[in-house]
């Protein structure tokens, strides 16, 4: 159901259930997770796509409950997100079709998110009879709360203008030109120094965590520690 290659430093992670609109099982977070933790030092690419018509639904809503509890249930969520945090490298998300509540996750846990022309996004939780907690550690992280909160309180769809537009995805792509726009990001960022690309993430992620005083000293200091370090 997680498909996964790697050549040359890029992984390609596929999910691979188009016949549920790709909804996520707890064998396919496992999986995911996995994937993700194991390739921390060997990918410095991790491109993830579909196979089908949708991205994905998200969690699968009729699989049976976690047989321990529901903590045991949300700690496969939670590894697949940790793993995610963790991972040093630039992960390049192209979603097309429906992209809901995790599956959305994905894309807003993802460095880069490519949506096609046609995708559609919806925080569908709360219409599902829950808060998306998950979704609302890093929601924040993208849009006012204002406007966040009126996504997961009415879980309405928006399109792929609407996503652009609140920065929740990077770049529409005509839906036949996925591929060819993932292969050519792949194409670019294989031509830069993976230890570049991995200290502007780095640094992007640190710099928003300190006051905006505070913010030229530390760039100072990080700029001369990379020069020192690396030329």
Known sequence: MIGFEQSEGVGFLM?????AANAFTSDMLRQTAEIVEIIRESCDLLIISSEGADFSLGRDREEPKHPESPRAAFSEIARVNAAFAAYPGIVITAVKGRAFGFGLGIAMRSDIALAT???LFMLDE??????????MEVVLDHLPPK????LILTSRSFDAEDALEMGLVSRIVAAGDMDQTVDDYVSTLRGRDPNVLRECKQYLAAIRKLPLDARPAFALDEQTRFALENH
């Not at 999910?15 to 016949?19: A, G, K, L, V």
């Not at 406007?147 to 009126?150: P, S, Y």
Request: glycine share 4%.
């Open 15 to 19: 999910i691979r259930r188009p016949e």
């Open 117 to 119: 022309d046609d995708a």
């Open 126 to 135: 709360v219409s599902l009879g829950f808060p998306p907690m998950f979704l």
């Open 147 to 150: 406007r966040a909160l009126d």
